[in-house]
Every structure is written in C-alpha cells, then in structure tokens.
C-alpha cells in the first residue's frame, strides 16, 4: 500500500450533485489535511484535522463538509459546488510535532 | 500574514545546475520546506531549513538566510526526470504549525 491514497483520481460533477472524495493513509499518522490546488495558485489549506478533531477552517465555503471517522480516514463530502471549484484536491497527512507532509495523488475535480 | 516568492518558470539543460529562489516575509520564522510536484503527481518532501546555511542532500541542496528571508533549492547534474514543479512553503512561529506554500516554480530540463 502507497502511503496516502486518495479516490477517486477524477471526478465530474453538475452543480447540484453530491458526491465525496476519500483519503486513507497508511503511515500511522495523527494529523490529516485537505488542501485546495488551482492553476497558477498557491496550495491552499481547507481542513487540518489532530487526532480526528478539526483544528482548522480556512475560511471554506459550508459547501465543503469534512469529516474524519478515524486517525486513517478522511473525506471531504461536497455539494452544489461552482465551476470555480473545480481544482485538484490534495489530501496530506503526518505525525503531529515532525516537519514532513505526505501527500496523496489528488482528486481532479470538474464542475461543469 | 505571510508572503512567498518564487519565480513562475525556468528552463535548464540537461548536465547543467540551475538554482530556484524563494524569497518570503512571514511574522516569524519557524523553518522553510521544499517539495517536488510532477505534473498530475503528489507533492513530495525535498528539504527543510530552519537554520541558516545549506543542507545538502545528493543532487539536491537547499539554503536559508534567515536575515535576509530569502532561501534557494540548488539541483546539480540535472535530469530530464528533474522537469517538474517545486514548491517553497515557510511555517511561522507562534499558531499554526502547518505551512504556507508559495506558487510553485515550474522547471523544465531540455536535452
């Protein structure tokens, strides 16, 4: 098993679809986060989650729903999302207190 | 806040070194990463300074001047496999731990 897993690697999507993203790592880790990348932007930081507790909100709109059952699973459930959101969605993880971030592959996100 | 700079893109030439610069201003200072991004690929750990100097690691080094908020990723002998996006995230002092990341530069080795 690859260190961080992210499914599914694409998806398309209407507007007014629901539909999640889902993230498993496999380090033994503590700490998971969800980060937004657009074209030409910095990584964006959406969700960090601390030994399943949410730690931080950067501001995302309530159209994108975290939750995190367990230290090794994350989900980002989104709903009547906009043609801007389309981006790739990355997952990371690591252990609290050390310096590196795993990351997974992503999800490309198109909303149409 | 914090602000991170670092150029869009650069070319090199196989064989030949080509050094990245990222420049930031952050309230405080608490170590600066660079990742490696192939395209369609997750970002992978390259390096981390929290010290001023450079840390050499093979083909790759990294240096930090924390006075002058300034660092630069040093890749020697490139490769065509070097071609790819390389991000410079800073963590400041104090709150979060996580990092800020910049643009990212994308760099493309020709033949």
């Known amino acids: 098993e690859t260190g961080v897993t992210q499914t599914p690697r694409h998806l398309v999507m209407g507007m007014t679809n629901k539909k999640s993203l889902k993230c498993e790592q496999h380090?033994?880790?503590?700490?998971m986060y969800w980060y937004k990348q657009s074209a030409k932007k910095p990584l964006e930081l959406m969700f960090v989650?601390?030994?399943?507790?949410?730690?931080e909100n950067n501001s995302v709109p309530s159209r994108f729903s975290p939750e995190c059952p367990n230290s090794s699973h994350l989900f980002l459930h989104l709903h009547t999302l906009q043609p801007e959101d389309s981006a790739l969605y990355l997952c990371?993880?690591?252990?609290?207190?050390?310096?590196?971030?795993?990351f997974g592959p992503g999800t490309r996100l198109t909303v149409t | 806040g914090q602000n991170i700079d670092q150029p869009t893109e650069m070319t090199a030439t196989e064989g030949a070194i080509v050094q990245i610069n990222c420049t930031y201003q952050?309230?405080?200072?608490?170590?600066l990463f660079w990742y490696q991004q192939h395209a369609g690929e997750a970002p992978t750990f390259l390096s981390y300074?929290?010290?001023?100097g450079l840390e050499e690691k093979g083909r790759f080094s990294s240096f930090l001047s924390r006075s002058k908020g300034y660092s630069y990723l040093l890749l020697k002998e490139l490769q065509m496999k070097d071609s790819a996006s390389y991000l410079c995230?800073?963590?400041?002092?104090?709150?979060?731990?996580?990092?800020?990341f910049g643009r990212g530069t994308s760099l493309i080795v020709h033949p």
């Open positions: 990371a993880s690591s252990q609290v207190g050390t310096d590196e971030q795993y």
């Open positions: 380090l033994g880790h503590n700490a």
């Open positions: 989650y601390n030994f399943k507790e949410q730690t």
């Open positions: 952050t309230s405080g200072f608490n170590g």
């Open positions: 300074n929290v010290l001023d």
């Open positions: 995230a800073v963590r400041a002092s104090g709150g979060s731990y996580i990092p800020t």
